[in-house]
């Protein structure tokens, strides 16, 4: 059956509005989404019309994206879009500003659909902590997508967009791609600009694309990659074209199993369908051996701790003052308090409670810099293991995807959830997401491949070979 413009991949998408023009396409998506957000609230902002004032003309989309219709999730500033994080206490602020890599997509010729729904702040595993809503996974309407990121995974899932960006401070790009049956890369921390996000943890946060393929993901990054003197943590190192790495060669790849990531406690449906992956790829020529990440189980406790220390550092900033919500009050003091008790949700509650907790005088010593120390021997686990393989392969998130409210009120349990994806945004390294199965019920299984710093190219060159052979990703919820 001939595919539908809307389930284009990307380079399909640019091919065909290279040769026919972009609005064919546009036009497709548009009304899909149209016809879908209704249920699955996966944009906060479906804005077509803002930017067919901007581009009316085929001529508007020269660059190499040649108009394909994308998303972004709404904690990446878009010039005169509303961007909210997804939480009261942004409604109303408009970016004077393009985001970097809002920028260069838009030099690149690409069409933004509008904002995709997310955690507030970016603070979840399931897009259920959202002020417009909880999102709704497309291959059960009765399940979470993942987060923090949903929205966009969902988006792209879904078909309601070509393809994505999300943001990954603890896995909240390749969770949500895991549970949706699609690609998410979390890039080198430094490797894609930070600028013109909306800060979660400075020292954890990366943009990253969310595609339907692997070479859809190195086309998005050939185009988001480098550096911004913007940002003073992009790295100014070379960019190489990520393409070049689809080869479907593995042959002599060393290949880590980290034998902490397959415990007691992991679903036995995604343990079987990830070494069913890891076999793949060795039939294919790559060497797979079992490590050691002996720290791994302290990865959630330093996330925990270091993460909502910068998460109420920057979140300091939204006091009603500037933009966003402002409560009345019948002085400051009372208009920050009211403000920030109604404009923030309980999560986001939650964690600037913690972080001011781990931060404060007497306390800072006990769990900060504890958990700054315990960050630098995770890092030195990782070290060591790249000494003896290429790339790392475990599952991406311990379980499919949970029913809406399962964990909602168990923090704990939800936390858990990232388990899996929290060492790469400690450690700073690329780690990417990618579907490699799916449970008796018709859930996808994500598996993950991690590399060392900057090592993009071997993740794609991976993660290219496992696509390709087992030939999942054209499988489509029925919606």
């Known amino acids: 059956m001939e595919k539908q413009l809307y389930e284009l991949t990307l380079k399909e998408a640019i091919d065909v509005a290279k040769a026919e023009g972009p609005w064919e396409i546009i036009r497709a998506v548009i009304d899909r989404t149209a016809l879908l957000n209704p249920r699955l609230n996966a944009f906060v902002r479906f804005e077509p ?54 920028r260069k997509l838009g030099d690149a010729g690409a069409f933004f659909l509008g904002q995709c729904n997310m955690d507030e702040f970016a603070f979840g595993s399931s897009c259920e902590t959202s002020a417009y809503g909880a999102v709704k996974n497309p291959w059960d309407i009765e399940r979470v997508p993942g987060g923090s990121s949903g929205g966009s995974a969902v988006a792209v899932a879904a078909d309601m967009t070509i393809a994505a960006l999300g943001s990954d401070t603890g896995g909240s790009i390749r969770q949500p791609a895991a549970l949706c049956g699609v690609v998410g890369l979390k890039p080198t921390y430094g490797r894609v600009s930070r600028y013109g996000l909306i800060a979660f943890g400075s020292s954890f946060d990366q ?227 990618l579907p490699c199965g799916f449970t008796e019920k018709g859930l996808p299984i994500g598996v993950q491949l991690m590399a060392k710093p900057f090592d993009e190219e071997g993740i794609f060159r991976a993660a290219f070979a496992l696509e390709q052979e087992i030939r999942i990703y054209k499988r489509k919820p029925k919606l």
Do not use: W
């Not at 009316?56 to 709404?74: C, I, M, T």
């Open 49 to 102: 019309e803002h930017f067919l004032k901007k581009s009316r003309k085929s001529e508007d989309f020269k660059g190499v994206l040649s108009g394909a219709p994308l998303s972004v999730k709404d904690n990446i500033c878009i010039h005169g879009c509303e961007t909210t994080c997804a939480s009261k206490i942004l409604r109303g602020h408009v970016p004077p500003y393009d985001a970097t890599v809002i």
């Open 207 to 433: 943009i990253g694309p969310i595609t339907k393929t692997v070479e859809d993901s190195a086309i998005l990054m050939n185009l988001i990659s480098g550096f911004d003197p913007h940002d003073s943590t992009s790295v100014n190192q070379t960019v190489p074209d990520y393409t070049k790495a689809l080869a479907r060669n593995v042959k002599g790849l060393r290949i880590g199993l980290p034998k902490e990531y397959f415990v007691e406690g992991i679903d036995p449906e995604v343990e079987t369908k990830v070494r069913e992956a890891a076999n793949v790829l060795k039939q294919l020529g790559a060497q797979i051996k079992t490590i050691s990440l002996p720290h791994t189980a302290y990865a959630v406790a330093v996330y925990y701790i270091v993460a909502v220390a910068e998460a109420s550092s920057n979140l300091g900033r939204f006091d009603g003052v500037q933009y966003g919500l402002r409560a009345p009050g019948k002085n400051l003091l009372e208009m920050y308090f009211e403000t920030r008790n109604q404009g923030f949700g309980e999560e986001a509650k939650r964690r600037i409670l913690l972080g001011n907790f781990v931060l404060s005088a007497g306390y800072y010593e006990a769990y900060y810099r504890k958990g700054q120390k315990v960050r630098t021997l995770i890092r030195k686990d990782f070290e060591e293991a790249f000494k003896e393989v290429d790339l790392i392969l475990t599952p991406t998130s311990p379980t499919p995807a949970f029913k809406i409210n399962e964990k909602i009120s168990d923090p704990l349990a939800m936390y858990l959830s990232d388990i899996f994806t929290i060492p790469a945004n400690l450690v700073g390294i690329p780690a990417m997401s």
